[in-house]
């Protein structure tokens, strides 16, 4: 009866810690999928500001080789065609 009484009790503190593990790895997962999603949002906002900036560049490239010596000017012009292509095409699609 003894043995009984002391395997119960191991078997109820190994439940308890076995529990108490499980909290504990519950509130981990809570924590980790906060810190994903704040990473997540974070990368979309510099994602977007990335974009944001990478037209900025186009733009003042096209304003500074408008301007520029003859090189830049070359330049320009071909980005302003490309530009004019790629609208070009999108003006053919929504006419479809």
Known sequence: MDDSKKIVESL?????KIIDDNRSLR???NRLTEDYARTVREK???EESVR???RRIEALEIREGLSGNH??????????NKLLRE??????LMNK
């Open 12 to 16: 109820k503190k190994k439940v308890a």
């Open 71 to 80: 090189e830049d000017r070359r330049i320009a012009r071909l980005r302003v």
């Open 44 to 46: 979309r906002a510099c």
């Open 52 to 54: 944001r900036l990478n």
């Open 27 to 29: 509130q981990e997962v």
């Open 87 to 92: 609208i070009d095409k999108c003006l053919a």
